[in-house]
C-alpha cells in the first residue's frame, strides 16, 4: 500500500556549538525483531558535549547534519512481527548499544567490545536520540515500571556504565574506596559502589557544588585537588590506603593521584571519556605496588541491574537530575553543561506528548 512519508522532528548538530530543529523522515521497522520508539526523555551526556564542542571524539567526526543522543526513555509505539520483550505502551529504558551477536566478542558477551557495534548517536554508526522517534532491536529494550519517571528511566543507561565499572573492581564489601572526579558518571559510581557495600569512599573534585552533593550522598570525605593535596589528605586518613580507586575525570593529574593513593595489589579502574589522547604512568610505582588498571568501554549487561537499582528506592536521583529542558530548547540544555552553570549535573530533555 503506498503511503506518504511520515515526518519527524529531530535536533541536529549543524556546527561547532549550532543546533537546530530540523523535519526528516519517520524511521521505520525494517526487522521483525526491530522496535518503533517514541523517545520520551533524553539525557545530556559528556560524551554529547565532545561531540557539540568539538564536532569529534578522537577519529569519530561529525558529519553535520547529524543528531546525537543516547541516554533515554521511550514509549513503545509499534513492534515488529517477532518481538516478545515489549509492547505498544510500554515505557522503556534504551541501552544505545546494538551489538552484532556473531562476533568472537559477542560470544563470550563482550557485546561492548563487539567487532561491528552500532551506537545511537555516534557519527558513522547510526543517527541518535535527539529525535521524535528511532528504531532499536528489541533486546535494547527495557521495559520499565509505569510510576516512574521519564527522566529516572532515562537515567538508568548513565547509571549502567557506573553499574558496569563497579562490576569490574574488587569485592567492593568493606572496600576502602576513591572517586576522582563527580560529575554524573562518578557520582553514579559512587551510589553504585555504597549499594556494592564499599565501606569508606573518598571523593574529590575540582568543582565544590559537586563535592557537596557527593557528601549529601553518603561521601565520607570530599576534597579539591586545587585547594588541598588530596594525596597526604586522604593518605593521613587512611595509612593502609584505598584498595580501588576509580578514575572519572579522565586526566593526566587525576591519574597520577590516583597511583598514589592505591595500596599495594590495588586496582585502579578508568571511567568514562578522556580529556586527552594518552596519560602516563609512574611505571615504578605501579611495579612497586602491582597496580592493576583498567579502562572501562561503557558497558555491557548492566542496563537491567541499573534499572532495578533506580526502581528499588535504595537511591534518589531527583540532586543527579539538576535540569529540564523542553525538546525545542535542547540547545540551551547543551549551553548549560558546556558552562557548568547553575550546578548542572545531569541535564534532561524531556519531550511533551
Ligand atoms: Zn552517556
Ligand atoms: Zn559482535
Request: net charge negative.
Amino acid at each position: 500500500m503506498p503511503h506518504e512519508a511520515k515526518m519527524m522532528k529531530a535536533m541536529m548538530l549543524t556546527g561547532i556549538r549550532s543546533m537546530e530543529m530540523r523535519e526528516t523522515p519517520q524511521l521505520e521497522i525494517e526487522k521483525d525483531t526491530d522496535v518503533l520508539l517514541k523517545v520520551a526523555a533524553v539525557g545530556v551526556c559528556g560524551t554529547d558535549m565532545h561531540y557539540y564542542k568539538e564536532g569529534r571524539i578522537g577519529g569519530q567526526v561529525v558529519q553535520y547534519p547529524f543528531t546525537i543522543g543516547h541516554e533515554c526513555s521511550a514509549v513503545v509505539e509499534q513492534v515488529g512481527g517477532k518481538v516478545t520483550r515489549v509492547k505498544p505502551g510500554d515505557l522503556v529504558t534504551v541501552d544505545p548499544t546494538i551489538a552484532c551477536g556473531k562476533c568472537d566478542q559477542c560470544l563470550i558477551g563482550r557485546y561492548n567490545t563487539c567487532r561491528d557495534l552500532l551506537f545511537l548517536g555516534c557519527p558513522g554508526s547510526m543517527d541518535g536520540c535527539l529525535s521524535e522517534y528511532i528504531v532499536m532491536p528489541e533486546d535494547c529494550c527495557f521495559p520499565a515500571r509505569r510510576q516512574t519517571s521519564l527522566e529516572q528511566i532515562a537515567y538508568a543507561e548513565p547509571l549502567s556504565i557506573a553499574v558496569y565499572a563497579v562490576k569490574q573492581s574488587v569485592p567492593l564489601e568493606n572496600a576502602k574506596v576513591g572517586i576522582l572526579g563527580v560529575g554524573p558518571i562518578g557520582l553514579n559510581v559512587l551510589l553504585s559502589a555504597f549499594d556494592q557495600g564499599a565501606a569508606e569512599v573518598h571523593v574529590t573534585d575540582k568543582l565544590d557544588y559537586r563535592l557537596d552533593v557527593a557528601l549529601s550522598m553518603g561521601a565520607n570525605w570530599v576534597g579539591n585537588p586545587d585547594k588541598i593535596d588530596i594525596v597526604s589528605e586522604i593518605t593521613a586518613m587512611q595509612p593502609l590506603q584505598l584498595d580501588v580507586v576509580f578514575e572519572c575525570c579522565g586526566d593526566q593529574e587525576a591519574v597520577d593521584q590516583a597511583v598514589q593513593l592505591l595500596k599495594p595489589g590495588g586496582q585502579l579502574i578508568i571511567v568514562g571519556s578522556l580529556k586527552v589522547e594518552r596519560v602516563s604512568f609512574d611505571l615504578d610505582l605501579l611495579r612497586w605496588k602491582e597496580l592493576t588498571v583498567k579502562k572501562t568501554r561503557r558497558q555491557s549487561g548492566c542496563t537491567q541491574a541499573a534499572l532495578d537499582l533506580l526502581e528499588s528506592e535504595k537511591i534518589n536521583t531527583d540532586v543527579l537530575i539538576s535540569h529540564r529542558f523542553a525538546f525545542e530548547q535542547a540547545k540551551a540544555a547543551f549551553d548549560l553543561v558546556d558552562r557548568y552553570a547553575d550546578g548542572v549535573l545531569k541535564a534532561m530533555i524531556i519531550f511533551q506528548d
